[in-house]
């Protein structure tokens, strides 16, 4: 086999003769193969040439037009324009083609991806609860139900949640939270003074309490006219009552001195075992005709049950069975 020597043109890949400056093929310029070439063609170069030819020619054509083209390097095609999509050479700092700033954007902070919360609406955040702890619901629609089984806001493993709990909803721009009729209620935390109907129920701490009034004694004496032998009483007004599990009545203390002081000690009503109540908890007071309970800046606030429906606002507090949430609205 005869092998011949010459010069392959880089456009087409035409064999030319080494006496050539042009290819005979397509006339591109062979000037600047010649001046690389320092020494006298050979036949073993002729080899190596004829053998590169034939790379080249076995070479897929979008690989050949990419090069004659000029196309940028491999690299170069991790960096597209923004505004045109044009590829854009690595460490240009504008696009060849429409001159748009194609600074590399991979230093940018990344964005969080996710459930978007709509402006004026709210969300809560589940504060304690059963192992989901600092997950977030967010209220966009309309009505928002929460409950053991139904609805959108699931607790399925909480026993003090009634099937349909609790409905939240807005009104007049206001998220509002409204009772389904549920066995255990609903909860809201109060760190101020609230005037409250007799037979209020509200939590301090892991206690739940009630506040009655309590009647009228009955001085009169028996039929024979002999009255009943019992230890001194205070003047009738109120009573707070520790209610256990089950409905049943704990620990009861009648006011004195027209109060009743709850805490963890040094109060009326004292629960030195719970440690989310705080010494001086809250008290229960008469204010002429009307009972008040005042919390007294404890940690973890006095929660109310509510009756019916009530308003919340940023930064809420509430209790539906043992599940805390935070209310969060946006601006």
């Known amino acids: 086999m005869t092998l011949q020597a010459g010069i392959v043109c880089s456009a087409c890949s035409w064999l030319n003769e080494f006496d050539r400056?042009?290819?005979?093929?397509?006339?591109?310029e062979l000037t600047l193969l010649l001046e690389q070439s320092e020494e006298k063609p050979t036949a073993d170069s002729g080899e190596e040439a004829t053998k590169s030819?034939?790379?080249?020619?076995?070479?897929?054509?979008?690989?050949?037009?990419?090069?004659?083209?000029?196309?940028?390097?491999e690299q170069?095609?991790?960096?597209?324009?923004?505004?045109?999509?044009?590829?854009?050479?690595?460490?240009?700092?504008?696009?060849?083609?429409?001159?748009?700033?194609?600074?590399?954007?991979?230093?940018d902070a990344p964005e969080y991806f996710g459930d978007m919360q709509t402006p004026g609406k709210a969300?809560?955040?589940?504060?304690?609860?059963?192992?989901?702890?600092?997950?977030?619901?967010?209220?966009?629609?309309?009505?928002?139900?929460a409950g053991r089984v139904e609805g959108a806001i699931l607790f399925t493993e909480d026993k003090w949640l009634s099937p349909k709990h609790a409905n939240f909803y807005y009104q007049d721009e206001k998220l509002v939270?409204?009772?389904?009729?549920?066995?255990n209620g609903v909860f809201v935390c109060t760190r101020e003074s609230i005037t409250v109907a007799d037979g209020a129920i509200f939590m301090a701490g892991e206690q739940l309490l009630k506040v009655e009034r309590v009647s009228e004694y009955n001085d009169d004496p028996a039929d024979d006219?002999?009255?009943?032998f019992s230890s001194p009483r205070r003047e009738p007004s109120f009573r707070v009552i520790?209610?256990?599990?089950?409905?049943?009545?704990?620990?009861?203390?009648?006011?004195?001195?027209?109060?009743?002081?709850?805490?963890?000690?040094?109060?009326?009503?004292?629960f030195p075992n719970d440690p989310y109540i705080s010494s001086r908890h809250l008290k229960v007071e008469m204010e002429g005709d009307a009972i008040r309970i005042v919390d007294l800046g404890?940690?973890?606030?006095?929660?109310?049950?509510i009756s019916g429906e009530t308003a919340l606002t940023h930064g809420d507090y509430l209790f539906i069975g043992k599940q805390l949430l935070r209310v969060e609205i946006t601006n």
């Open 242 to 270: 520790q209610v256990l599990e089950g409905g049943g009545s704990g620990m009861i203390v009648h006011a004195k001195d027209g109060k009743v002081e709850v805490g963890r000690e040094g109060g009326d009503m004292n």
């Open 123 to 145: 969300k809560l955040i589940l504060i304690k609860g059963e192992g989901m702890d600092g997950i977030s619901y967010h209220l966009n629609s309309t009505e928002h139900l």
């Open 177 to 183: 939270v409204r009772d389904e009729g549920s066995e």
């Open 225 to 228: 006219g002999t009255y009943f």
């Open 53 to 73: 030819g034939s790379e080249r020619a076995d070479r897929p054509s979008e690989s050949v037009e990419q090069e004659a083209e000029g196309k940028p390097m």
């Open 298 to 305: 404890s940690k973890n606030g006095t929660y109310l049950k």
């Open 76 to 107: 170069a095609r991790h960096f597209v324009c923004k505004s045109c999509y044009s590829p854009v050479p690595s460490g240009h700092k504008f696009c060849g083609k429409c001159g748009t700033s194609a600074e590399n954007p991979a230093g």
């Open 21 to 28: 400056t042009t290819c005979e093929d397509c006339n591109n």
